[in-house]
């Protein structure tokens, strides 16, 4: 409920059509695991906003016995990234992906 409520004030405030979709079956995450999925979704909706001239965005949660996957994905004209800047680099200037990075790994497989 809060990643679709993330997503439609996303849509309301920017005017992009975005959607919320969920696969899978009902899983027990902790408080903490919970609100770094919740942040890393906020922090790749701002990206989105901020540099990608999207016109669609659709926002996917699967969840199954093997773990919890979050993917964002919009139609965008996207950037370069793979290899432009190293990952120290990313990480000292506190990139959005770095801060997405980092948010994954503190939620990490558990």
Known sequence: DVLASVVERFRRDTGVPARFVFNGRSVR???AIALEIVRIVQEALANVR?????RN???R???DEHGTT???EDDGVGFAFE????GEELDRRRLG?????ERARIAGPR
């Open 50 to 54: 901020k540099h990608s001239r999207a």
């Open 57 to 59: 965005v659709l926002v």
């Open 61 to 63: 949660l699967t969840a």
């Open 29 to 31: 995450l902790s408080p």
């Open 97 to 101: 992906p770095a801060i997405i990075k």
């Open 83 to 86: 290899g432009t800047l190293p």
């Open 70 to 72: 979050v993917v964002i």
